[in-house]
């Protein structure tokens, strides 16, 4: 009985191959994306972890000085009782690129600070002996063959990029003797006094990455939840009409004896069969599409960030788990309805059509009435809450309420529809769309959260790269950066530029914690340059004037906003002193704090700093041929020599990869809308046929009826559209000014783009009709037998 | 393999796979081999000598406190070189690792440090005496004229303990074998060694923070050497045996798979060494307890018939383990038998 019953059940799939794909395509489709937008922020966390732990960075303190510090001083301080080891840390340059070249010494390196597995064989005396032993990753290790550099080991724990030698072999690697960068602190060791210049920083719980990249994590995350959802209203359609479709099946093998809880235990194995089925095939999709989009998210974080992923993504058995999890238990929420009406089926009950359009007014009621809770708790974390989640958690509550909220103002507009309408064909045609609201409603759903998705995110990203691209204009105000090699080099270059360049003004900068937190510190010369095009936010009147004589300072939007400054406030500088803040710049594609001082006054708070740096003004159309006669005079590698345009370039591209994967996601998300749209469309006109028929009867032509069918579908479509419109410019207005501001520290202005829109909404009204083209085309080719026999075998 | 584990190979010298205990018994190319023949010149051997492959300033002290509370304490600095030449900064192949312990009666602390020569975190210098490593400090106080170990201070700190020692000899340096020339094995194997075994020792020691004054007696090991053991030996028993006489004996059995090799120097109260040939010292375990897994003699049986000696030795604290990189038992004992007195067993390879 069980095998037959399974074989009477599954029957119904051979025989509908193309609802099987469409369930299959559904779960698997959605189990990709989510699962690729972990596997993607899985790689990468995996390194940041790596790279926080390269010496156990993430739990250890250390001491630091205002700059590098004496090797005599770490000496100093183990003979005075400290136990710490020290490290010297610097970027070593490599054909094509640079390494991040770690020194350690591996006799006093705390135990938390152990991971690279020596080699062993060779032992001690080649790693502390020239030319010594470099550990580096496998793939850094590929990219380093003839690189002139120490032997080499490979050392997995590494993260890509990092380079870990002896520190004496870093010393002499960096030309650095004598030098260390700081020290780490053993744990639970004795505390003593620092001599002055020195100071212990307390390990900082989370790495600097992973909180820097936590918003871009988090991004992904939301989106690749989003595709999910959309993806479980398919499957919901699907096996929604699996289960309509094969109700005489039911009602047949429950006749014969098959009891309730058999029919619906096999039921439940054979969507558990299909959720494994599909929940592998979604898990191998999804490999394929965070492969696809690891080498744009690695390329992000390494422009953005400074973080190194690799671009080779590993497979993780808990990613593969999670990943099947996620299937079979999308599977099972989506089929929980339909599992409960199989449950409580009558078994002498007619074979009614189904009762989705009688979904009953009060339910309706709640719903909007959830719906309209969500929105007001997301207007209220608007208000109240600040910060990430805030942001997300208002994200999630404007996305839900307004998709909870849809089927009542579309069940309202038809109605008014309905009353304004002439003529018994128009009164029919807004009643019928009425009446199959509920069985599209979770694809409207579907549809507007991703036609709002990709409004709101486009006028973000559009925003976005108007705003950066007008500050780039003023912030990149010179005609040429120069890097000299050595301090003699760039004197020389000064003395040669002199008669040649209108002005040569210097880019000098430190490193150094400003109220806590690791800050990098600029020297400003006090030029029409800045004072024409600096891009400052809020200024006091004269904020140049007193910058110039070294009396105030500019922090960035990100340290102003962190730490709460304003203008006047006094931000204490390393060495001792304080300066009042006179003014606040935008510093978009930066997370470090910055502040800003004059030259002089920097190199008075740190005369090592290397003066190597300058921007050369120059009358734009010479700036090409001074740049050729520098590069021939001084024999100067083309990277130390940048015009405006090349940095422009580079930094668009950065901007415009970080946003790759956003818009990726966003086309599939919608693609994805679009197949809830057809499999929904699919299951109604199976259905709708009783509704159809007398109307047929009574006249109406089937080319009219399938010309109808495919109206009401536009119309939909084009509603939900117009939903997702102020829906979308909410979603980018949060995204602007709650999430940028808590995730990367600066705020935007919204533009928006209407031509963006009209794009987007032709594109859903095609979705539409190519999601109808199938059911009305069935529709039309409908035998008119197929209709009487509706008259004959249902009523 | 982690760094511990590499460290722990490397530093006590093992090129080529585990040879007795700690890779003593590695072979000893490129390195100077101590020969027969050549007296031990002072002060330039209280320093360091680089060309040889391990070397060491192994002091121990029996204490009393006010209340008649015994305790003990170990200063150990080794040197162990990867090469056999001095090198200067982060290149230099000399490795020192510094042991420090305090027994109580119920307690046993240990601290352990690790420094590169060449950088001045770690090492000796002969004249004026000093050896350290970090904090951790030997250093001469001896009058001009005088030898530079006859009167030293030492100190050393650990998470939980600490102590500050001041030692003064009442007797002269004691060269052991042959004119400080110390046979290791029936194959010849050898190390240069001397003694102190004379020290008085007045100072404090430091537990779990209460300061407790404390006086006692000590002694001085001097030890360098290249190959020190033989293949086959895998490690030893230690004694040092301060009798209330004044006498001492310095004693040692060197494990191997067959009967060992046992050594002696009894040291007349004034201090005249008279070797003892192979054999002449019988040791025997009497007792066995559990220390750190494993199973280790505490009680032990000391018989030198040549000096009418029968004595047993018993641990003022059996869990006495030095839980270092390269791990070991060593603790202050107490003597009764024949002879009365006090001391310290070291014992390696369990």
Known sequence: MIAAGLSALLSHWWRRPMQLAMLLLGLSLATALWSGVQAINAEARASYDRAASVLGQDGLARIVGDGPVAQDAYVALRRAGWLISPVLEGRLAVPGSSLRLIGIDPLTLPPAAQQVEFGQGDGLLPFITAPGVMYVSAETAAGLAEAGLPPLRVADSLPPGTALVDIGQAQRLLDRPGEISHMLVWPDAPLRDLPPGLTLRQPEGASDLARLTDSFHLNLTAFGFLAFAVGLFIVHSAIGLAFEQRRPVFRTLRALGLSAAMLTGLLLAELLLLALVAGVAGVAMGYGVAAALLPDVAATLSGLYGAEVPGTLALRPGWWATGLGIAVAGTLVSAAQSLWRVWHLPLLAPAQPRAWA???????????????????????????????WAGFGALAGLLLGAALLLPAALSGLMALGQRMARGVLAQWFWADTRQQLPGLSLSLMALLLALAANVGVGTMVSSFRLTFTGWLDQRLASELYLTARTEDEAAQML??????????????????????????????????????????????????????????LLVNEQLARREGLGLGDAVALPGGGALPVAGVYSDYGNPVAQVILSTDRLLALFPATPRLRYAIRVAPDRAAALAEEMRAAFDLPPENLADQA??????????????????????????????????????????????????????????????????????????????ALPLGLALAWVLLAVVNVAAFGWRLPMYVFPGDWLRLGGLALLAAGVAAAVPVRRLALLSPGDLLRVFAHER | ??????????????????????????????????????????????????????????????????????????????????????????ESPQLWLGHAALTTPDAHHVAERLGRGGIGQAGVVAAPFEAWIDNWQMVSRAAGGADALDAIQVTASGTDFAYDLALQATGPLVAQGDQGYSVKSAAGQASYYYSQPFYQVTGSITDQGRVIPVTGKAWLDREWSSQPLAADQTGWDWFSLMFDDG???????????????????????????????????????????????????????VELPAMGLDVTTTPLNEQAWMDTLVPYWEGPITISGTHAGRGYLEMTGY
Do not use: C
């Open chain 1, 358 to 388: 009688r979904a009953s007014e009060r339910a309706l009621r709640w719903q909007t009435g959830v719906a309209l809770g969500l929105l007001a708790g997301a207007g209220g974390l608007i208000g109240a809450g600040q910060g990430l």
């Open chain 1, 495 to 552: 003395v040669w530029l002199e008669t040649r360049a209108d002005a040569v003004l210097p880019i000098f900068n430190a490193e150094a914690d400003i109220r806590g937190q690791p800050a990098e510190i600029y020297g400003m010369a006090d030029h029409a340059t800045y004072r024409d095009n600096w891009p400052l936010l809020q200024a006091a009147p004269d904020v140049w004037d007193r910058m110039a004589s070294g009396q105030a």
């Open chain 1, 646 to 723: 090349a940095i422009k370039a580079f930094s668009l591209q950065i901007f415009e990869r970080t946003f790759a994967v956003t818009a990726a996601l966003n086309v599939l998300t919608l693609g994805v809308a679009g197949l809830a749209m057809f499999a929904s469309l699919m299951t109604l006109s199976a259905m709708r046929l009783p509704q159809l028929a007398p109307v047929w009867a009574m006249g109406l032509t089937k080319a009219r009826l399938a010309g109808l069918d495919l109206l009401r579908t536009l119309l939909l479509a084009a509603v939900v559209m117009l939903a």
């Open chain 2, 1 to 90: 393999m982690n760094v511990k584990a590499f460290l722990a190979a490397v530093l006590l010298a093992a090129p080529a796979g585990a040879q007795g205990f700690a890779g003593l018994g590695a072979d000893a190319q490129g390195f100077a081999v101590p020969q027969p023949g050549q007296p031990l010149a002072f002060p330039q051997d209280h320093g360091a000598h680089p060309e040889y492959r391990i070397e060491w300033w192994y002091l121990t002290a029996t204490l009393t406190g006010p209340d008649g509370t015994d305790y003990g304490a170990q200063w150990t600095l080794f040197r162990s070189a990867l090469a056999p030449e001095a090198g200067t900064g982060w």
């Open chain 2, 247 to 301: 006498a001492r004996l310095m004693g040692f059995r060197l494990r191997d798979t067959g009967e060992g090799y046992t050594s002696a120097t009894w040291i007349a109260a004034d201090g005249t060494p008279r070797p003892m040939p192979p054999g002449a010292l019988r040791v025997t375990p009497l007792r066995e307890v559990p220390v750190a897994g494993r199973d280790v003699p505490v009680v032990w049986r």
